[in-house]
């Protein structure tokens, strides 16, 4: 199954960021096994200004799973109801993204009796 995960990034790429906050997300595609980055994408905001999660929704609408340090609480429940996943975790995107894939890998193995 292919699936786009975005995650909510700083500006050095390197760690995670407040979904509503975040200047970029990494985009990356992910079969069950292999995680390829596709892209960063822009989602420009202005400093000081607040609320301004709405613009990251259309950035990240083809992805089915958004990884952020942090999101707001009308943020969250919008992103859900657009389908999407949303994992709150800390971290270099590196970290983050090796936790999610072992999570989804875990979780989608067969049982074994």
Known sequence: MLMKIAIA???DEQRTEHFGKAQKFLVYEFHGEE???IETRK???KPGEKHQWGKSLKVI???DVVICTQIGINAKPALKKMG???VEDEGT???VLRRYVEHY???NR???F
Do not use: G
Request: glycine share 0%.
């Open 43 to 45: 989602s420009p905001k």
């Open 35 to 37: 995680v390829e980055f």
């Open 93 to 95: 995107i590196a970290e």
């Open 105 to 107: 890998q875990f979780m």
């Open 9 to 11: 990034s700083a500006d």
């Open 84 to 86: 999407k996943t949303v």
């Open 61 to 63: 609408e083809d992805s």
């Open 110 to 112: 067969p049982l074994k």
